[in-house]
C-alpha cells in the first residue's frame, strides 16, 4: 500500500536498502529446476501415503523397523505376489544391498554367501 511504498522510498534515499542484482537466466532457470522437483517430490509423497493407507500389505510392511512408506511401496512392488520364492531366506538373497557386509578371509573379499567376489555385483558390495 502507500505507507509500504514510502517506507521503501524513504529507506532507499537514506541508503539502508542495499540493491540486488538481477538473477541471471541460468539461475532463474536453476531456481525453477529445484522447485519443480520439489513439487514432483511432495506429489509423489501424497501418492504413495494414500496407497498405503489404503493397503493392508503396506501396514504390515510398515510395522516392520526400518520400513517407512517409500520402502514398503518399493518393496511391495519388487516383490509382486511372492510366489517367485521358495523361503523367506531367496526372498532376501534376491535384494542387492540387503545383505550383511561382505567379510575378508585370507586376504580374500567374499561376499555375505560364500563365494569369492572376484569383482562381479553379486550382491551389491563392490
Known amino acids: 500500500d502507500y505507507n509500504d511504498a514510502e517506507a521503501i522510498a524513504e529507506a532507499c534515499l537514506q541508503g539502508r536498502i542495499r540493491s540486488v542484482p538481477p538473477k541471471t537466466q541460468e539461475e532463474q532457470d536453476r531456481q525453477s529446476f529445484h522447485r519443480i522437483r520439489r513439487q514432483l517430490i511432495n506429489e509423489q509423497t501424497r501418492l504413495i501415503n494414500q496407497q498405503v493407507k489404503e493397503d493392508e500389505v503396506y501396514q504390515r510392511l510398515m510395522s516392520i523397523p526400518g520400513f517407512g512408506p517409500v520402502v514398503s511401496s518399493v518393496f511391495r512392488n519388487w516383490l509382486g505376489d ?3 520364492f521358495r523361503r ?3 526372498v532376501s538373497a ?3 544391498g540387503d545383505c550383511p557386509a561382505p567379510t575378508q578371509y585370507g586376504g580374500v573379499s567374499r561376499c555375505c554367501w560364500g563365494s569369492p567376489k572376484r569383482g562381479t555385483k ?3 558390495h563392490y
Do not use: A, I, Y
Open 82 to 84: 511372492g510366489r517367485q
Open 88 to 90: 523367506g531366506r531367496d
Open 94 to 96: 534376491g535384494r542387492p
Open 122 to 124: 553379486c550382491c551389491g
